[in-house]
């Protein structure tokens, strides 16, 4: 049997992509070898390696809950090298992966409470498999009701639309509030930050894990309002993002103090974050 | 452990014996540089080599390696692993050098597993050599590294006057000292003391004390203080000190492409370079080059021994007497001591 | 050398007290024959600064991260180009910089003092004797004459007493140059190589390259905000960058050949890029050649431009049209 190589990426082919908004593409792969595909396991909050070779490699949460077998996810925002050259695949095309790493969300630990996601934008990537995953029906009856507030700056820029406004606000216990920057024709929902809407919405700290992920500032200004509504930063869950070349903690370089990102991450309890020097 | 004397005028013939079934890498001088490379004959090489300029982790983790090719024609995709299984003997290492591959492994070999770095070290064999004379800049003793130590090498030599004391240290070594059985004498008594005193004057050249496993707690308190953005003032944001440091071992990782087809190369980079953690949106984690000083000493002194147990340096002195604006790293170490007492 | 350093000291106290951020000179290093670049930022630190004859570093580059400050710099003469050639790029304002000249006697070529002393010894003292260097090892002294033993820049220094400065410290130094020396005289022998030679000559040295960038780093000419060869550009060509980190031998040419030309006209000959080189690849080599060629083909640049190269007369070479 081959020694594993963990730098080598699995040959996976695109099958799907889905057009989120003007530049977050949701891209669905699977592995071209059956058996890698079957043995795929990752847990809601891991990331894998996406490579589009003769352009480079890039970490990218996985947006898929781990429930579904037959294909992996990955949203991704068109921003640079790598990302502009994935945009720029067709269905059938071939890419890279290896993975899965890093850490995950304690769902676990959140067994037996309720669940509060805080979404903004393309922020709302890493927090949809938690939230699927908890759906299925396999692992519904072991977690309380579901939470998701989640806002973009406009309808547009709002990803996972069909689950948003139809699957989940549908499921049982879960409830969903959106809200957009500013005020758009054809929207009659609500107007605002999320942060202010977080405020708004004031939901209890009661028995209640938080997971919360988006741009720096808006992740900053909503626990500010979590604090103020009684949370405490052990319950409150966020994931970091750093440039990642290894994925393996080889490279040195996602490193907060003396975390890597890529091992001992991308998700971090707020507690956790507070050890940690600020340079992130 | 086997102990036995080799002559000096012998050791060149060991190496050639070596060098039968064996790539040997060895210090060589060229244009008055002393570097570690593949040799062809054992005239190229330097027998009692000083400090190298570049460090020997340039054989098992390459500046500039090709970790797959790849090839992208009609619309497939096709891989094909580059790794180098080639047995080799990796001769003349200082015990400064010996304990940077075990930070190295400890780094590397950790699950998973790089294959790259793992076959070559698999298939070297290391021949230690211990030092004759501190140089102003070392200070490996502060790590609890013995100049005259072999622990990590598979034989390990000593120069004792007119001989090599030849210590066999692991089954790979026996396996090497069965090649010079001809070339080597039984050892006579006394050379434990010599090796000794060797050591301690060695020792004693060496400046700087520090209590091993202390100092990582005593960073974590100067992390926010000023010294670090003083002390990034004269810093010129250059890797010398990265490269030529035997245990830094960022990289970088780098498609170059040729029509269809090209290789993904693994290369060197440096932490203190500015676009190290430069994201695609522009934001950098450590946009100050005092931020990006004070990450590499804490790696170096705190984080490394946080993760894996062992100080990430080795007090070899390289980065001291090659930096150009002379940032010294003992002088980091005795302030911080300085700070937190 | 001590007149020098009390000179130095009052004038650096007297310029914090004013309010300046930093005074920019050197101090002593923590190695042998060496000193190293240190910011006073107050009056009390004045006391580390010293001037010797082991103060190498060109100091002025470290201006360009003080835009808005006001500071002082000590420059030698081969430091001194810098500054106007950075003021003229708009990158510094010269009223918020006081100059600091120092009359030099010349600067120790460190390596090949040290490749001088015996293997092993121990540096005990350093002495530095006017015309001589004497270092003290276990092995006794050994004697260094300053004019055999000072760096190849100062032995065709003509400028070794630096103009248009704002304070200049003591009187004026006597030459140092070696008038027989032909400064281009290493450009030319490379220059009467054969085609092959000369890629057997630059192979063997930009092979040894580690693209550490220290050479651009120090360099006061490289004084862009962001390097070439630190673009990545998004959307053009898929972010094809002009150079990765790979060490290839293509790309090191890639590397040296494009930064000479970059700095082409504007080098100050201050050398530092070759000092600062862990490999030993003598790379004023390629910066004085294109000194040479340039001097050849366009003169020198009138006292106010920007540099010859960036003039333009009807008068230039023009082989094409």
């Not at chain 2, 790590?143 to 089954?171: C, K, M, N, Q, R």
């Not at chain 2, 050249?205 to 496993?213: N, W």
């Not at chain 3, 300053?146 to 248009?164: F, T």
Request: neutral net charge.
């Amino acid at each position: 049997m081959k020694t594993q190589n963990p730098l080598l990426p699995k040959i996976a082919t695109v099958i799907d992509i889905i057009r989120e908004t003007g530049d977050v593409k949701t891209f669905r792969v699977i592995l071209d070898d059956p058996d890698e595909m079957a043995a795929w396991k990752h847990e809601p909050g891991q990331t894998a390696m996406v490579s589009v070779f003769g352009v480079g490699e890039a970490m990218f949460c996985l947006a898929s809950t781990p429930t579904c077998r037959d294909w992996l996810e990955f949203s991704i925002r068109r921003a640079g090298k790598v990302t502009s050259a994935l945009h720029q695949l067709e269905p059938g095309a071939k890419i890279g992966v290896r993975g899965p790493y890093g850490n995950h969300f304690p769902y676990r630990e959140m067994r037996g409470k309720d669940l509060l996601v805080i979404g903004g934008g393309i922020g709302l990537a890493p927090l949809r498999p938690l939230v699927n995953f908890i759906l299925a029906p396999e692992n519904r009856k072991d977690y309380g009701k579901i939470e998701v507030i989640y806002g973009a700056r406009s309808y547009g820029d709002l990803c996972y639309k069909e689950e948003v406004f139809r699957t989940w606000p549908e499921a049982e216990g879960v409830t969903v509030w959106t809200t957009i920057d500013a005020p758009e024709e054809g929207w009659d929902g609500h107007v605002g930050f999320v942060p202010a809407y977080v405020e708004e919405v004031s939901p209890s700290p009661e028995n209640k894990f938080v997971a919360i992920c988006g741009p720096p500032i808006m992740i900053k200004f909503t626990v500010k309002g979590l604090s103020k509504l009684g949370f405490k930063e052990e319950q409150v869950y966020t994931t970091l993002e750093m440039r990642m070349k290894c994925g393996i903690g080889k490279c040195g370089r996602c490193n907060v103090g003396a975390r890597f990102v890529c091992r001992d991450g991308p998700v971090f309890s707020l507690s956790e974050l507070q050890e940690l020097p600020q340079e992130y | 452990m086997e102990s036995k004397l080799l002559k000096k005028d012998k050791l060149p013939s060991f190496l050639e014996r070596l060098m039968e079934s064996s790539l040997l890498v060895a210090p060589v001088r060229e244009d008055g540089l002393l570097i570690y490379r593949p040799v062809s004959s054992v005239s190229e090489i330097e027998l009692n080599p000083g400090r190298s300029v570049l460090p020997p982790k340039d054989w098992f983790f390459q500046q500039t390696e090709a970790i797959c090719r790849y090839n992208t024609a009609g619309g497939q995709l096709l891989l094909e692993e580059l790794v180098t299984e080639k047995n080799a003997v990796l001769y003349g290492l200082h015990p400064c050098d010996i304990r940077s591959l075990a930070v190295l492994d400890a780094v590397f070999l950790a699950e998973p597993a790089d294959r790259y770095y793992a076959a070559r070290r698999k298939n070297t064999a290391l021949i230690g050599m211990s030092c004759t004379a501190g140089r102003p800049e070392c200070f490996c003793t502060a790590f609890g590294i013995s100049p005259v130590g072999g622990e990590g090498a598979d034989i390990h030599l000593t120069d004792i006057g007119a001989a090599y004391l030849v210590e066999v240290l692991t089954p790979k070594g026996k396996e090497l000292a069965a090649k010079y059985q001809e070339f080597s004498e039984e050892k006579v008594a006394g050379l434990e003391e010599v090796k000794k005193a060797r050591k301690e004057a060695i020792a004693a050249q060496c400046s700087v004390g520090v209590d091993q496993g202390v100092l990582p707690a005593k960073m974590a308190g100067v992390f926010d203080h000023p010294y670090w953005e003083e002390l990034s003032r004269r810093c010129l944001g250059c890797g010398i000190c990265t490269y030529v440091c035997p245990t830094c071992h960022c990289f970088d990782i780098t498609d170059v492409n040729s029509g269809s087809e090209g290789e993904r190369l693994r290369c060197w980079d440096s932490c203190l370079f500015r676009d190290y953690t430069l994201h695609t949106s522009g934001h950098n984690p450590r946009h100050e080059l005092y931020q990006r000083l004070r990450n590499r000493f804490f790696h170096k002194i705190k984080y490394n021994y946080d993760r894996y147990g062992i100080e990430g340096c080795v007090g070899c002195g390289r980065c001291v007497a090659l930096c150009p604006v002379n940032i010294d790293i003992r002088e980091v170490i005795a302030t911080v001591r300085g700070l937190s007492e | 050398m001590k007149e020098i350093t009390e000179i130095l000291r009052r004038e650096a106290a007297r310029l914090l007290k004013e309010g300046i951020e930093f005074f920019i000179g050197y101090a002593a290093g923590s190695i042998p024959v060496s000193a190293r670049p240190f910011f006073a930022a107050r009056p009390e630190e004045v006391d580390d600064l010293v001037f010797n004859t082991f103060c190498v570093h060109n100091l002025v580059k470290y201006l360009i991260r003080y835009p808005n400050k006001r500071v002082a710099v000590v420059v030698k003469g081969c430091d001194n180009g810098a500054v106007s050639r950075l003021v003229q790029e708009r990158h510094l304002d010269r009223t918020k910089i006081t100059v600091v000249g120092v009359p030099c006697g010349g600067m120790i070529d460190r390596n090949r003092v040290l490749a001088e002393l015996p293997p092993a010894a121990r540096i005990e003292a350093v002495e530095d004797r006017q015309n001589a260097l004497v270092i003290r090892t276990g092995q006794g002294e050994h004697v260094f004459e300053k004019k055999l033993y000072v760096m190849a820049k100062c032995q065709v220094c003509a400028k070794n007493n630096p103009a248009s400065v704002d304070i200049m410290l003591g009187k004026e130094a006597p030459p140092v140059a070696d008038p027989e020396r032909d400064p281009f005289k290493e450009v030319k022998e490379i220059e009467a190589l054969e085609a092959a030679g000369k890629a057997a000559y630059w192979e063997r040295l930009i092979r040894r390259c580690l693209r550490c960038y220290a050479c651009r780093q120090v360099c006061p000419a490289c004084s862009c905000t962001e390097c070439s060869f630190e673009q990545a550009v998004p959307g053009w060509q898929q972010g094809a960058m002009w150079l990765t980190k790979a060490k290839t031998l293509p790309d090191n040419f890639h590397y040296h050949l494009i930064r000479a030309f970059h700095v082409a006209g504007r080098c100050a000959g201050c050398a530092e890029c070759e000092r600062v080189c862990p490999v030993g690849i003598p790379l004023m080599l390629l910066n004085n050649k294109l000194t040479k060629d340039i001097k050849e083909l366009f003169g020198e640049a009138p006292a106010d431009a920007c540099g010859v190269l960036c003039t333009y007369s009807p008068a230039d070479p023009d082989e094409f049209a």
